[in-house]
């Protein structure tokens, strides 16, 4: 019996993640994975750049070439297809139009983070990426998660206060996007924004959570370990609120429970997140 007639067991839910590598493993596909894992949901992985960071900071970043990202994910997708991705940083415009192009044909969700800049103040993205994003990326994407700095620079407008939140989902979804969550914190709380929208000009749907906000300190990788809980809930067919929900409990319980290593920032503790939110 060769290879391709080997009888195949239950298959588990599979999400891709398509992000930078963080070596410190606190944020980035390093992160994903580990999240994707505790929640149940075996994770596949396409790299698009290299960093050299730990704990104190980054010190470069390496973008990889054209046509080896699109070799992995063709390698990758043909073999294990996903039943939801994520995309994390993707560092350039040419990269975003790559994996923009690589996700257009696939039917399930895709959840976008556009990550800009690292816990150390670093960009990760340049200028002209972010005209990709919001145009070629967004498009395609199921759900974006940005925060307050990411919404305002793709949204092109201020947000002052929570009453703002709605004008900046409305451009987002204008971009071609159906589902925005917006994370912003304003005084000493922290708020989720979700705004749906089904059809290009119906008025969205709309739900805010709103907890008071947790001082994570120097805590870095919140940013991918929420997306990626989102896009672990979604690839075990969960809908979005709830997936949603579920994963914001998991942050919430991972920013309690840090790992304190290095000498620098801090990263989340998976594991004990996962016993507090999913297997009790």
């Known amino acids: 019996m060769n290879q391709s007639e080997t009888p195949l067991g239950p298959r588990h839910p599979v999400a891709l993640t398509i992000a930078g590598s963080d070596p410190s493993g606190g944020a980035g596909m390093q992160a994903d994975l580990k999240t994707l894992q505790a929640f149940g949901v075996y994770g596949s992985a396409v ?78 993205i340049d200028d002209g990426a972010v005209d990709a994003l919001r145009t070629q990326l967004l498009p395609v994407a199921s759900l974006v998660t940005p925060n307050r700095f990411e919404a305002e620079r793709l949204a092109e407008t201020s947000i002052e206060s929570e009453d703002d939140l709605p004008v900046a ?75 949603i929900e579920r994963a914001r409990r998991f942050v919430t319980a991972g920013i309690a429970s840090p790992y304190r290593i290095g000498r620098g920032v801090s990263a989340i503790d998976v594991l004990e997140a996962s016993k507090k939110t999913i297997r009790c």
Request: proline share 5%; glycine share 8%.
């Open 47 to 124: 790299m698009t750049l290299l960093t050299v960071q730990n704990t104190q900071g980054v010190e470069a970043v390496e973008m990889l070439q054209m046509d080896f990202f699109q070799s992995q994910f063709d390698c990758v997708t043909s073999d294990i297809p996903p039943d939801a991705v994520k995309t994390g940083a993707l560092g350039t415009a040419e990269m975003i139009a790559t994996v923009a192009a690589a996700l257009s044909p696939l039917k399930c969700p895709i959840v976008v983070d556009p990550v800009m800049i690292s816990k150390h103040g670093h960009a990760i």
């Open 169 to 243: 989902a409305s451009r987002l979804h204008d971009q071609g996007v159906p589902a925005v969550l917006i994370k912003a914190q304003f005084d000493n709380h922290a708020v989720d924004f979700l705004s749906l929208r089904s059809g290009q000009s119906g008025r969205p749907e709309t739900q805010t959570w709103t907890t008071q906000w947790i001082d994570g300190g120097n805590l870095h990788g919140t940013g991918c370990v929420l997306s990626a809980a989102i896009t672990a809930g979604l690839a075990s067919q969960k809908d979005l609120v709830s997936a």
